[in-house]
């Protein structure tokens, strides 16, 4: 397999790149430590002490491997691939800032956008439970957004292509940032309780079926205080960030070729069923993929930096 890190614009691209992640995770970190307080929000430290234990036995083998066995190598994978855990809990919890602040709910506005785009969503649902196998497929691509948010990674890193694992990372916490700061300014509670469930909204749901909706109802009335770390929910309409995960992922895999196309029609599907099965407005799936590309074209932005500072490094 080829390993990606194997010049010294690379090399140089790989280090920038890592900064940059720690840059964004600090970022993350103080919109966290200052926002709970601030919306007399509190995270339950004591309600998942297997991802805190997980967390300080991951931290210490990377010490290990860092200062007693001086495996350059593995400290990279293990650092990268703890980048990517640290901004996924603390997106998530931004998530809960951005719905806690409760600026007026906007799906009204994005409904409009979906008529005017011609989107008729009646007809999308119908068709989509038109094959019932079909629509179990599709939702079980939506589902796969958290085995992929592990496995992608790992796979980058087998392949050797660590400076496309570490511009991964970098675009995964971008996007989730933007995701939760454009959420936070264009709250909504979704298209199946704004659409789907009118004119009762929740009060028409059973209460046995799961919907983020009571979360978010719950944060903006402030009747919720206590977020607990083992029953995390992800919580943001507009933009969808299954939409943009289903692009990054894509991306990521895109040079594997014995990947490409599978990861492109998993999350092909993954984007198709998110209307559906993540209850988004379309525009929330145009506003997704707009935020991914974004990413991605910041975080591959280092290497051409690198190389233009380099050219001598770049055709060696």
């Not at 919720?224 to 943009?244: C, I, K, N, Y």
Request: charged share 10%; net charge neutral.
């Amino acid at each position: 397999m080829r390993i990606e890190l194997n010049s010294a614009p690379d090399h140089m691209a790989g280090r920038q790149t890592s900064l940059h992640i720690w840059a964004l995770i600090a970022l993350m970190m103080f919109g966290v430590v200052a926002g709970f307080p601030l919306l007399r929000i509190r995270i339950d430290l004591t309600s998942n002490p297997a991802l805190l234990a997980a967390i300080a036995a991951y931290t210490a083998v990377t010490i290990y491997y860092a200062k007693f066995r001086a495996e350059p190598s593995i400290v990279a994978a293990l650092i990268s691939m703890g980048q990517l855990v640290l901004l996924l809990v603390l997106g998530v919890l931004l998530t809960y800032v951005a719905i806690a602040i409760g600026l007026p709910l906007r799906d009204a506005e994005l409904q409009a956008i979906d008529v005017w785009l011609g989107f008729d969503r009646q007809r999308y649902l119908a068709a989509y439970h038109a094959i019932p196998a079909l629509s179990a497929l599709f939702n079980a691509a939506y589902l796969s957004i958290q085995p992929q948010t592990v496995l992608v990674p790992l796979v980058l890193l087998l392949a050797g292509q660590q400076l496309r694992m570490r511009q991964f990372v970098l675009a995964f916490g971008l996007a989730l940032l933007a995701t939760t700061v454009i959420a936070t300014l264009v709250p909504a509670v979704g298209a199946v309780v704004y659409v789907d469930l009118a004119p009762h909204g929740l009060s028409a749901l059973s209460a046995d079926i799961y919907t983020p909706a009571r979360t978010i109802e719950a944060l903006r009335s402030g009747t919720m205080s206590t977020v607990r770390l083992d029953d995390l929910e992800g919580l943001l309409a507009f933009p969808s960030f299954h939409t943009a995960d289903g692009i990054l992922f894509t991306w990521a895999l895109w040079r594997i070729r014995w990947l490409r196309i599978v990861g492109l029609v998993i999350n092909t599907m993954m984007i198709a069923s998110t209307p559906v099965d993540g209850a988004h407005y379309l525009v929330d799936v145009l506003a997704g993929a707009m935020v991914a590309s974004a990413a991605i074209a910041i975080a591959c932005r280092q290497r051409s930096a690198v190389r233009a500072f380099q050219p001598e490094a770049a055709h060696a």
